[in-house]
């Protein structure tokens, strides 16, 4: 047993000295080995990069080499190029002075040549002066006048004779131009009336709604009149219930608020059902319809006429045309035949036929607003086409029909002259008959505040006035200038449908009797 143990001790004395040995000696003598190596290695690497480093450098100094010799060159040449020019400027500059010096020279001489020239117009306008006074004292001599006189008669007989040939010349020009001017006017306005033409439409303030007998109008009535009233307060107009058989009178400035009581009372007829509830019922829907029949009227009138992208509003308004009257015509149907009328006459005149149909179609808006405005149709209908993104030439053309506006458009005055085509023509208009009467007077004064006017009559229903002056107070020749201020005068202060003829008179009678 001891020898085991002193042979397990004496191993591990054994590994003990040779770890220590292996620790000690061996492992240092590889590391200095092995560092050696490293070192040798890192030695190397560095003399391989300091080698790359001195090519790189070597290269970049070559390249800077190259750019640095090529800017040289460059700026040598730029030094050339400016040596050139500033010779080539010096040259110019050279030339300039010669040139200056000699137009200076030039200048004195064309000074002393005009010093003498005006000294000799002194001399001239001097003898001239004293010629032309003595040849002034011999003609005041041998005429007997002075040269004032004689010089305010010499313009006194031009005055005459120019104002004769200038009257001579406008009547020769505007004769020519009647002779062209109106043969085309006609003819492009008789054609547009020949392609378009329109039924008239009478129209009043009342409606009669026709019944069967008594019976069905008390029940119209009804108990102490609650019927009627409600009627009327649900439609906004006047009902009369007098002793006319089988009729009862709707009366409304309003067409559209007519129409709506006429189609409930018939509804309510129809039905017989006439209560208060059931009329504000029927009359709510009868609104309803005639709101959606104004909508398919305005859609209808404008896929008729071609007319696309309006805006449902005007779309709209076009509708409630169809109710509406101006001196008995129907607006819808006056609108219509304008904007016919237009697109005829512009395609005539080679303008844009669709704007001018637009532009006729929409140039009464104006009249039927839903709230009243403060401003004439025209204005109002202008305002209304520019809210809804009309276009500023067809804008243009709806306020200035009525000449309340500057026409900047071409567009303009063609809807002008075909809104006044379709009021004029026979039938398509009656008047009051104090406008109708205060027009024709209004003619009659404007001729008579002329001095030399005796006597004015307004003819065919204003359409001609004849003016008479005396023979002793208007030669022929002032008759004619009398005419042309009277149409202008007209055309400035009134309005009127169609054109006025003035037609001036002067003549001389002798009277004599024999007895």
Known sequence: MISIISGIVGGLLITLIWWAIWYFVVVPQKQKKMEAEIQKEAEVLKQKKLLEV????????????????????????????????????????????????????????????????????????????????????????????????????????????????AQAYINE???????????????????????VATETAVENSVTVFHIDNDEVKGRVIGREGRNIRALENATGVEIVVDDTPEAIVISAFDPVRR??????????????????ARIEEVVAKV?????????????????????????????????????????????????????????????????????????????????????????????????????YKEKPDICNAI????????????????????DAISGARPGARREIVEAYIKRLKDLENIAMSYPGVTKTYAIQAGRELRVIVGADKIDDKQTELLSDEIATRIQNEMTYPGQVKITVIRETRAIAYAK
Not at 173 to 195: F, G, P, T, V
Not at 259 to 276: K, N, T, Y
């Open 259 to 276: 129409e709506i009581c006429r189609l409930a009372l018939h509804q309510l007829v129809s039905d017989g059902r006439i209560h208060p």
């Open 399 to 418: 306020g200035a029909h009525h000449e309340e506006t500057e026409m900047t458009s071409l567009i303009a005055p063609i809807v002008q002259i075909c």
């Open 173 to 195: 020009i505007m004769d020519e131009a009647k002779i062209n001017a109106n043969k085309e006017a006609k003819r492009i306005i008789i054609q547009s009336i020949q392609r």
């Open 54 to 165: 001195k090519e790189k450098f070597l290269a970049k100094k070559n390249e800077l080499d190259k750019e640095v010799h090529q800017r040289n060159q460059q700026l040598q040449q730029a030094e050339n190029r400016n040596k050139q020019r500033e010779m080539t400027l010096n040259q110019r500059q050279d030339e300039l002075n010669r040139r200056k010096q000699e137009t200076e020279n030039m200048r004195n001489k064309v000074e002393n040549q005009q010093a003498l020239l005006d000294k000799k117009e002194e001399e001239l306008v001097a003898r001239q002066a004293d010629l032309v006074n003595k040849e002034r004292t011999k003609l005041e001599e041998l005429s007997g006048l002075s040269a004032e006189d004689a010089k305010n008669q010499l313009i006194e007989s031009l005055k005459d004779e120019a104002r004769t040939n």
């Open 287 to 387: 609104k309803k319809q005639v709101d959606e029949e104004v909508m398919e009227t305005g859609k209808r009138t404008t896929i008729d006429l071609g007319i696309h992208g309006l805006h449902p509003e005007l779309v709209r308004i076009i509708g409630k045309m169809k109710y509406r009257s101006s001196y008995g015509q129907n607006l819808l149907q006056h609108a219509r035949e304008t904007a016919n009328l237009c697109a005829v006459m512009a395609s005539e005149l080679g303008l844009n036929p669709k704007k001018a149909k637009r532009a006729g179609l929409l140039h009464d808006i104006g009249k039927v607003p839903d709230e009243e405005p403060e401003m004439p149709h025209a204005l109002y209908g202008a305002k209304l086409a520019e809210k």
